[in-house]
């Protein structure tokens, strides 16, 4: 099978505008790619996102919270993940099983056994071949992330964004947690520099995973 390569990291991190760029970059090299996001992906998927990342829904409890993320997960799989990789499209996804670990299992405090079962009942065997974790303290990300819904004057995804501190402190270290136990799969890339070095690293990551000797795309 093609592919799949995840972009993970706390608010603000960057990785969409990353995660676009290295789309067309690789299309530009004739690549067949297919970029997506979790939650959403797909039109069932998309109709969950909105309930879950905006913020009049606060009340939201956590259970209900992971259980939703499962639910679009599902419908992204079957819809489009799984057929794209039996395509042989290179996957990019922002976002994934990682951030359910990280946000629902650090962030929230539920039982991480849970979570992995239904990452697995909602995800199957579809799983990550590289993960790019972009990491940056997490005062960083949250005024970057602030600031973006203040210029774009859309708060409609910004539930998150209002969390406690702590809260996302949590998220980052569980992130670096999961990046520690897992060396071969992630590379951390340091996401406080400027965005064109930071293009730049997930460039180099990208390369040495498909030409490990060459580090070339």
Request: charged share 25%; aromatic share 6%.
């Amino acid at each position: 099978m093609a592919p799949f390569i995840t972009f993970e990291g706390i608010e603000g991190s960057g990785k969409t505008t990353q995660i676009r760029l290295l789309a067309q970059r690789l299309q530009q090299q004739a690549a067949e790619v297919l970029q997506t996001r979790e939650p959403g992906g797909c039109p069932i998927a998309d109709q969950i996102r909105g309930i879950l990342l905006h913020p009049d829904n606060a009340s939201m409890v956590s259970r209900t919270e992971l259980l939703l993320y499962a639910a679009a997960r599902a419908q992204h799989i079957e819809e489009i993940v799984r057929p794209a990789l039996a395509a042989g499209k290179l996957i990019l996804c922002d976002r994934f099983t990682d951030a359910t670990l990280a946000y629902q299992g650090d962030g929230r405090g539920l039982d991480r056994e849970l979570i992995i079962q239904l990452n697995r009942l909602a995800a199957g065997n579809c799983s990550p071949d590289l993960t790019l974790l972009f990491d940056l303290p997490v005062e960083t990300g949250l005024g970057r992330a602030r600031r973006r819904e203040a210029d774009r004057q859309d708060s409609s995804e910004g539930r998150f964004e209002r969390e406690q501190r702590d809260f996302h402190q949590r998220i980052r270290d569980g992130y670096l947690a999961l990046a520690a136990a897992e060396p071969q799969r992630f590379v951390i890339i340091d996401a406080a520099r400027p965005a064109n070095q930071v293009t730049r690293q997930v460039a180099a990551a990208v390369g040495a995973f498909f030409q490990p000797t060459t580090g070339a795309l």
